[in-house]
């Protein structure tokens, strides 16, 4: 059955806006070139788009032709405001962005363990007002959180984690009570993270990857055929509950002590180095371990990168005989800093472990991928919410995200 007129309209407007977000401005030309529209048909589509504040004229095309140039359409970048907040046990950091993705502010605040419980929610709220109010934005569209602990894959909702600040579950509900016209959504901070590294870092061209997070703490993402998997309760990915030998203990439901965590956690590979005579520096805003294995990247402290790459393999090599991802990323702050000399000493060793071929790459974006992610995440809720209905295009429902998470 052929689609309405209405119907047909509406999808050639999210078409051309889609397209506008992907490339950037685009004159009428280029959009009736990509869209395989008729001229009328763009120029109808353009007329409605302008007319509903959507796109506006940003400029001129280059082209050298006798006559005016063409004009350039572009998103109205000020049609919504977004917040991405990255939740960490000890702090909180913030940027705020327009439609686009482009930051107009950012910020952090370090939260001590003896904060209390209300202290530390106003201050992680606070931050979020003075980021807004920094970068002139009177109200925010969405705000996207990546926070530690599992969420709730029927709720969507940050669930009560032993071991996690209380805060954590207390600030989702202060943003909503404090922004009420905001919508707020929380995710799995490794999970943001791997959505981060599939679509800027060094995952782009993988469809199926696991991401190792190596941080404070560690984690894992697991994305199959472009699907972020979270599992019947939300918990895909926890890897510090793992049992891996070389440990004392097992791990329990409520402590993950004697699990891969004590392997691969910031504490742990901090204690690994100083076993081989490497001190971590004072500690700023990324864990010491980071510091620590940067430096014996930097001075080719091969005993220690051989440990911790043994260490690593094993929860690798078990990830890779469940998943057989063919690519694991290790990310964080640690994966970071490891670069390629510490991604090819896991992968030599998982290669010896596993028949299953699997390419070790490093983190591009490290510790900042859970604020990127975050901020993807809010930008396309927002342009979801945004773009559809149209005036006067049907009421067709907004596209799924584009992350398909």
């Known amino acids: 059955m052929p689609a309405s007129p209405s119907t047909a309209r509406a999808i050639n407007d999210r078409l051309a806006l889609r397209l506008l977000q992907q490339e950037g401005p685009l004159t009428a030309g280029q959009l009736k070139q990509l869209t395989g529209l008729s001229r009328p048909s763009v120029a109808d589509l353009v007329e409605r788009l302008a007319a509903a504040g959507l796109i506006d004229v940003v400029g001129e095309s280059g082209e050298q032709r006798r006559g005016p140039n063409a004009k350039l359409y572009g998103i109205v970048a000020g049609r919504a405001h977004l917040a991405a907040l990255d939740v960490r046990t000890e702090g909180v950091s913030v940027v705020v962005s327009d439609l686009l993705g482009r930051v107009l502010a950012e910020a952090s605040v370090p939260i001590g363990e003896e904060t209390g419980t209300g202290p530390a929610v106003e201050q992680a709220v606070a931050l979020v007002e003075r980021a807004a109010k920094e970068a002139g934005v009177p109200e925010l569209h969405t705000v996207g959180i990546g926070a530690p602990g599992l969420i709730d894959p029927a709720t969507g909702e940050l669930r009560d984690s032993g071991g996690l600040p209380a805060w954590h579950r207390r600030l989702v509900l202060a943003l909503q009570e404090r922004l009420p016209a905001t919508r707020v959504h929380v995710e799995n901070e490794t999970n943001l993270a791997a959505l981060a590294e599939q679509r800027e870092g060094t995952a782009r061209d993988r469809d199926t990857f696991v991401l190792l997070w ?192």
Not at 228 to 235: E, I, K, N, T, V
Not at 304 to 323: C, K, M, S, T
Not at 335 to 347: C, F, K, M, N, W
């Open 214 to 405: 190596l941080g404070h703490g560690t984690g894992a993402a697991v994305v199959l055929d472009g699907t972020l998997r979270r599992g019947a309760s939300g918990g895909t990915g926890e890897i510090g509950f793992l049992p891996v030998p070389g440990t004392t203990v097992l791990p329990s439901a409520l402590d993950c002590e004697g699990g891969f965590h004590s392997l691969a956690g910031s504490a742990a590979i901090v204690e690994l180095a100083g076993r081989h005579g490497l001190t971590a520096g004072a500690e700023g805003s990324e864990p010491p371990a980071a510091g620590v294995v940067r430096e014996a990247v930097a001075g080719a402290a091969t005993e220690f990168l051989d440990a911790l790459a043994d260490r690593l393999a094993v929860g690798v090599a078990a990830v890779v005989a469940i998943l057989d991802p063919g690519c694991l990323v290790l990310g964080g702050e640690v994966g970071q800093a490891g670069g390629e000399d510490l991604a090819a000493r896991v992968e030599r060793r998982v290669r010896r472990m596993s028949p299953l071929p699997t390419e070790v790459r490093a983190s591009a974006l490290g510790g900042g991928a859970v604020l990127r992610g975050a901020l993807l995440t809010a930008r396309e809720r927002a342009q979801d919410e945004v773009f559809a209905p149209l005036p006067g295009s049907g009421t067709l429902p907004g596209q799924p995200p584009v992350t398909r998470t």
